[in-house]
T-cell receptor
Framework: AQSVTQLGSHVSVSEGALVLLRCNYS??????LFWYVQYPNQGLQLLLK??????LVKGINGFEAEFKKSETSFHLTKPSAHMSDAAEYFC???????????FGTGTRLLVSP | KAGVTQTPRYLIKTRGQQVTLSCSPI?????VSWYQQTPGQGLQFLFE???????NKGNFPGRFSGRQFSNSRSEMNVSTLELGDSALYLC??????????FGPGTRLLVL
């Protein structure tokens, strides 16, 4: 069965520093991959997605992610963190042929001034 | 386009009661999925409906059920509530593609 692993339940960065949130999926057939962000007391907002084509995907709010099939990874990055980026981030996979997202356990991003 | 709406936003129930949650998808979307989010288990898939038919189901007991109406609105029902059912219930809608768009959720507290 498909699974998604997010390394690090908490990541702390300073404002202006690079953000790197890690995600690995377990599948010999690459699924569709997504990053969602959740702010307190809110639902999930789609940041970006990878389906096919270009392996470097750009999303909203300056985030991007690179799909690496050889490493089964889909890490999320942002060159310069902003205080408003503090939230919980979820990586998710959609196995081919199923409308059932499989989520990682989430990474809480803390941004300090 | 308006986003996914869920009602109510907050609910308090007692053990043994039942509850019905509602979700209105984005206009034109025919797929509605439900997820449960808890601190211990994270985000777990409950079920997915497409054109009034349940297409996928997660590993939840039969107390959890759902349905979808002809206008794509969906309801989720939980009968005989248990303390462990306290969670944020998220609804997501999708078109014929692969992307799911989430609503703000309904926070259920079972006492």
């Amino acid at each position: 069965a498909q699974s998604v692993t997010q390394l690090g339940s908490h990541v702390s960065v300073s404002e202006g520093a690079l953000v790197l949130l890690r995600c690995n999926y377990s599948s010999s057939v690459p699924p569709y991959l997504f990053w969602y962000v959740q702010y307190p007391n809110q639902g999930l907002q789609l940041l970006l997605k990878y389906t096919t084509g270009a392996t470097l995907v750009k999303g909203i709010n300056g985030f991007e992610a690179e799909f690496k099939k050889s490493e089964t990874s889909f890490h999320l990055t942002k060159p310069s963190a902003h205080m408003s980026d503090a939230a919980e981030y979820f990586c998710a996979a959609l196995p081919t042929g199923f409308q059932k997202l499989v989520f990682g356990t989430g990474t809480r991003l803390l941004v300090s001034p | 386009k308006a986003g996914v709406t869920q009602t109510p936003r907050y609910l308090i129930k007692t053990r043994g009661q039942q509850v019905t949650l509602s979700c209105s998808p984005i206009s034109g979307h025919r797929s509605v999925s439900w997820y449960q989010q808890t601190p211990g288990q994270g985000l777990q898939f409950l079920f997915e409906y497409f054109s009034e038919t349940q297409r996928n189901k997660g590993n939840f007991p039969g107390r959890f059920s759902g349905r979808q109406f002809s206008n794509s609105r969906s309801e989720m029902n939980v009968s005989t509530l248990e303390l462990g059912d306290s969670a944020l219930y998220l609804c997501a809608s999708g078109d014929s593609g692969e992307t799911q768009y989430f609503g703000p959720g309904t926070r259920l507290l079972v006492l």
